[in-house]
């Protein structure tokens, strides 16, 4: 049964910095596109973050270049998204997505709250 377990996330101000982790089961995580995407109230859910299969190759948004990491450990079966220089704009439920040509799995979303 396919699992993407979402963990960290929560409250941070403004410059601070979280991790989020996404702990995946199920599938041949190795072979999978893993994506961060957030949604904010009233807006649509937009992809922040990418990592290739392979891990060789990341995408980010702009809005989050130079801020965020996206780091993948295959052993593990594990993708993680490091924010650092946190911003209010950065609030929104964060979802783990993972991707192929033959499917296309989500994590739950958890919660980031930037404020003061």
């Known amino acids: 049964q396919v699992h993407l377990a979402q963990s960290g996330g929560g409250l941070a101000q403004p410059g601070g910095s979280l991790r989020l982790s996404c702990a995946a089961s199920?599938?041949?995580?190795?072979?999978?596109?893993m994506n961060w995407y957030r949604q904010a109230p009233g807006k649509e859910r937009e992809l922040v973050a990418a990592s290739t299969n392979g891990g060789g190759n990341t995408n980010y948004a702009d809005s989050v270049k130079g801020r965020f990491t996206i780091s993948r450990d295959n052993a593990k079966n594990t993708v993680y998204l490091q924010m650092n220089s946190l911003k209010p704009e950065d609030t929104a439920v964060y979802y783990c997505?993972?991707?192929?040509?033959?499917?296309?799995?989500w994590g739950q979303g958890t919660q980031v709250t930037v404020s003061s």
């Open positions: 997505n993972a991707w192929s040509m033959e499917a296309d799995y």
């Open positions: 199920g599938f041949t995580f190795s072979s999978y596109t």
